[in-house]
């Protein structure tokens, strides 16, 4: 099962280990098609273009593989969808939950992936 | 010229996309930009039963529909950035979005609406995304068997402690007075629910945990006595305030912060109207947000024509 968006999707842990393994900046945003999601979806696909050296993903919040997100250290306590994770060389660099702006996006793939 | 406009809408709630509706099914060029989440405060309600011709919706399919009927009549929409500038005293009005450059127009239809009004205790901002939370739509289902607190004793908060059952084990109304500020059946869904318990004269004046909340203190207005109690998350629904923070040099506002219409729904500036929540009036609810961006689209025309 996947987001109803345009970006990639991740559909299982092994699909996002090798992800991870292959790319050296990645955004994953993991969440639902709900008020607080669809927004970070939609900069996340219109930021592709402007930041072609980092891979932007979308995975469902509440398929069983998806607890590679749900139980990373870093989202402990996260009460608040979407959980958005951004991952230099495999490891997580930051982790945000609910709604991010544009501005608060870019700031973080500035400094982390500049 | 590129990014002129006939008109530019600023706001997303049900009064800016009305008037989206409104002037671009009129051929008018027209650009909406929205700061936050499209839908506004109605993306935020759990269910909507007050809408005429729709006896139930969700706040967010609805904003999905009125963003898409929109869209469908030519309105260009802009969200989830940021306006940086504003100079709308002249013939053409300019605004700048961040990273995005400049965009013109001849008239501006400001529907900022309003924003969730803070408890500004110690901890809430802190524990914002980690047990504080101001949408139960969004976030209700993080809190699944687990006993939450609801500040507030209005409409919105009554409703969406209600809502809030269907996830937790157990709901506790904090509330400031010993009366509701809500209509008779709300008042009466939240009493007779087994679920629901209340705090009265009271309210959170602390919130503590670590990785997320986990206790607050809960303080007696009439004693001042503060108590500790466990939690595991507070949904604060306790009023909105006008998001006009960016307008108070621009136009002129009453001493609410709320912005002064005449009754064409323009502001002191020509060519600059308001619509919905942002504006001074006595009810805010979606039907009077959508009446307001109508009447503000249809004289926005008139005054470009
Ligand atoms: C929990 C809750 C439950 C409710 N339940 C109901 C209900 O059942 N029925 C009902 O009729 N009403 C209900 N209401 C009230 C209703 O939602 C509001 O009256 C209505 O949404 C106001 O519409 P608006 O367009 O004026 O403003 P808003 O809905 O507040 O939308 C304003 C939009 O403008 C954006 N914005 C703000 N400043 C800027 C800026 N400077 N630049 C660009 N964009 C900006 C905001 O991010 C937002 O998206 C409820 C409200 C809440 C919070």
Same mark, same amino acid.
Not at chain 1, 90 to 111: C, F, H, Y
Not at chain 2, 25 to 47: A, P, V
Not at chain 2, 154 to 164: C, K
Not at chain 2, 245 to 274: C, H, Q, Y
């Given at each position: 099962?996947?987001?109803?968006?345009?970006?990639?999707?991740?559909?299982?842990?092994?699909?996002?280990?090798?992800?991870?393994?292959?790319?050296?900046?990645?955004?994953?945003?993991?969440?639902?098609? @709900?008020?607080?999601? +669809?927004?970070?979806?939609?900069?996340?696909?219109?930021?592709?273009?402007?930041?072609?050296?980092?891979?932007?993903?979308?995975?469902?919040?509440?398929?069983?593989?998806?607890?590679?997100?749900?139980?990373?250290?870093?989202?402990?306590?996260?009460?608040?969808?979407?959980?958005?994770?951004?991952?230099?060389?495999?490891?997580?660099?930051?982790?945000?939950?609910?709604?991010?702006?544009?501005?608060?996006?870019?700031?973080?793939?500035?400094?982390?992936?500049? | 010229?590129?990014?002129?406009?006939?008109?530019?809408?600023? @706001? @997303?709630?049900?009064?800016?996309?009305?008037?989206?509706?409104?002037?671009?099914?009129?051929?008018?060029?027209?650009?909406?930009?929205?700061?936050?989440?499209?839908?506004?405060?109605?993306?935020?309600?759990?269910?909507?039963?007050?809408?005429?011709?729709?006896?139930?919706?969700?706040?967010?399919?609805?904003?999905?529909?009125?963003?898409?009927?929109?869209?469908?009549?030519?309105?260009?929409?802009?969200?989830?950035?940021?306006?940086?500038?504003?100079?709308?005293?002249?013939?053409?009005?300019?605004?700048?979005?961040?990273?995005?450059?400049?965009?013109?127009?001849?008239? +501006?239809?400001?529907?900022?609406?309003?924003?969730?009004? *803070?408890?500004?205790?110690?901890?809430?901002?802190?524990?914002?995304?980690?047990?504080?939370?101001?949408?139960?739509?969004?976030? @209700?289902?993080?809190?699944?068997?687990?006993?939450?607190?609801?500040?507030?004793?209005?409409?919105?908060?009554? =409703?969406?402690?209600?809502?809030?059952?269907?996830?937790?084990?157990?709901?506790?109304?904090?509330?400031?007075?010993?009366?509701?500020?809500?209509?008779?059946?709300?008042?009466?869904?939240?009493?007779?629910?087994?679920?629901?318990?209340?705090?009265?004269?009271?309210?959170?004046?602390?919130?503590?945990?670590?990785?997320?909340?986990?206790?607050?203190?809960?303080?007696?207005?009439?004693?001042? *006595?503060?108590?500790?109690?466990?939690?595991?998350? +507070?949904?604060?629904?306790?009023?909105?305030?006008?998001?006009? *923070?960016?307008?108070?040099?621009?136009?002129?506002?009453?001493?609410?912060? =709320?912005?002064?219409?005449?009754?064409?729904?323009?502001?002191?500036?020509?060519?600059?109207?308001?619509?919905?929540?942002?504006?001074?009036?006595?009810?805010?609810?979606?039907?009077?947000?959508?009446?307001?961006?109508?009447?503000?689209?249809?004289?926005?025309?008139?005054?470009?024509?």
């Amino acid at each position: 099962m996947t987001l109803q968006t345009n970006l990639d999707h991740i559909e299982t842990e092994n699909q996002y280990n090798d992800i991870l393994s292959n790319n050296e900046n990645v955004m994953i945003c993991c969440g639902r098609m @709900g008020p607080m999601c +669809v927004p970070v979806y939609a900069d996340m696909e219109k930021l592709r273009d402007e930041y072609p050296h980092v891979k932007f993903y979308d995975m469902l919040f509440d398929i069983p593989d998806a607890q590679v997100i749900r139980n990373l250290p870093e989202c402990l306590g996260f009460m608040g969808l979407p959980f958005t994770v951004y991952y230099k060389k495999g490891k997580v660099v930051k982790a945000a939950s609910s709604i991010q702006m544009r501005d608060q996006i870019t700031a973080i793939l500035d400094e982390q992936f500049s | 010229m590129e990014n002129l406009y006939d008109v530019i809408i600023i @706001g @997303g709630g049900p009064a800016g996309l009305t008037a989206g509706i409104y002037l671009s099914r009129s051929k008018i060029k027209t650009l909406l930009i929205n700061e936050g989440i499209i839908g506004g405060q109605m993306s935020l309600t759990h269910e909507i039963a007050n809408y005429p011709g729709i006896e139930s919706i969700s706040g967010y399919k609805l904003s999905v529909n009125m963003q898409k009927q929109a869209e469908s009549f030519g309105c260009e929409i802009i969200s989830n950035v940021k306006i940086t500038g504003y100079n709308l005293k002249k013939d053409i009005k300019l605004i700048t979005i961040n990273g995005k450059g400049d965009y013109k127009s001849k008239a +501006v239809i400001i529907a900022s609406g309003g924003k969730s009004q *803070e408890l500004d205790v110690p901890g809430e901002k802190d524990f914002a995304g980690r047990g504080v939370s101001y949408c139960a739509t969004c976030d @209700g289902d993080f809190f699944q068997d687990k006993e939450i607190i609801v500040v507030g004793g209005g409409n919105s908060a009554l =409703e969406e402690a209600v809502a809030l059952t269907q996830y937790a084990s157990k709901v506790t109304v904090v509330h400031e007075f010993d009366y509701f500020q809500a209509h008779k059946y709300a008042v009466e869904q939240v009493t007779n629910h087994p679920k629901i318990d209340f705090i009265l004269n009271s309210t959170v004046s602390g919130f503590y945990g670590s990785q997320s909340l986990e206790k607050v203190t809960v303080k007696n207005l009439k004693t001042g *006595e503060e108590t500790d109690k466990k939690i595991d998350g +507070v949904f604060i629904f306790i009023g909105y305030v006008p998001q006009t *923070e960016p307008f108070r040099k621009i136009v002129k506002l009453n001493k609410r912060n =709320e912005i002064i219409v005449d009754d064409k729904m323009m502001t002191d500036i020509s060519g600059v109207f308001a619509a919905g929540d942002c504006i001074a009036k006595r009810y805010r609810q979606i039907t009077t947000a959508v009446s307001d961006g109508t009447k503000a689209a249809l004289n926005a025309i008139e005054f470009i024509n």
